[in-house]
């Protein structure tokens, strides 16, 4: 089984919907992010948080939201979809075991919004 | 410019070739250095950590010039199995415990037989 679990997979949604984008993870790890990530730009900080009650915006956090339900779980919602959230998103873990801590990501969810 | 640059290839080599890429990154304060891989439409793999006296993990050596501020990646004897995109990632361990990653663009390999 995944350490860190992403559900869906795929996902079609249309302009306007909301949407939301689960994570789950078995590492016991407490800090969690997601990220986006489009050709040629890269991937880019949505949210992170390092623990239930830590939430903190990433880089590209507006028209996104999210919520760290437990250590184990952060999911991300879309409150109305654009057509430029398209994209393939990724959760990620990490250990806080300091700078050299190293991300492990889930197996991400494509997004496309029509 | 970019915060961390990376050629994105391809890089086309025959099996067997050695190929090297190079990544800079424009935060002197960076404190800590990966490289991973990932394939097409695939989640990003840890490959390797790079340390400041370079490191080695079978046919594959980073290198770190804090100096100069790049980071390489070696890869020798090259596989089928290598044709991935490999990326750069730099922590920037900015303040009170919050890490920020930041990504490059990644390198795309294709060995070919």
């Known amino acids: 089984d995944a350490d860190v679990t992403q559900t869906p997979r795929n996902r079609i949604t249309k302009t306007g919907k909301r949407i939301m984008l689960e994570c789950s993870q078995t590492?016991?790890?407490?800090?969690m992010y997601w990220y986006r990530q489009d050709p040629g730009l890269g991937l880019r900080l949505i949210y992170y948080?390092?623990?239930?009650?830590?939430?903190n915006k990433g880089e590209i956090s507006d028209g996104y939201s999210v919520s760290r339900q437990a250590q184990a779980k952060f999911s991300l919602s879309l409150e109305s979809a654009i057509p430029n959230q398209t994209a393939l998103y990724f959760c990620?873990?990490?250990?806080?075991?300091?700078?050299?801590?190293?991300?492990?990501f889930g197996s991400g969810t494509q997004l496309s919004v029509l | 410019r970019k915060e961390v640059e990376q050629d994105p290839g391809p890089f086309n080599v025959p099996e067997g070739a050695t190929v090297a890429f190079n990544c800079t990154y424009s935060?002197?304060?960076?404190?800590?250095f990966f490289w991973y891989r990932q394939d097409c439409r695939k989640e990003p793999k840890l490959l390797m950590s790079?340390?400041?006296s370079g490191n080695e993990d079978g046919r594959f050596t980073a290198q770190l010039n804090r100096a100069s501020q790049y980071i390489s990646l070696l890869i020798r004897d090259s596989k089928l199995s290598d044709s991935a995109t490999y990326l750069c990632?730099?922590?920037?361990?900015?303040?009170?415990?919050?890490?920020?990653?930041?990504f490059g663009t990644g390198t795309r390999l294709k060995v070919l037989a």
């Open positions: 990620a873990t990490s250990d806080g075991q300091g700078a050299g801590e190293k991300l492990f």
């Open positions: 990632v730099v922590n920037l361990g900015v303040g009170s415990g919050t890490y920020k990653y930041i």
């Open positions: 590492k016991g790890h407490d800090r």
């Open positions: 935060n002197s304060a960076s404190q800590s």
């Open positions: 790079v340390y400041s």
């Open positions: 948080s390092f623990d239930v009650k830590d939430i």
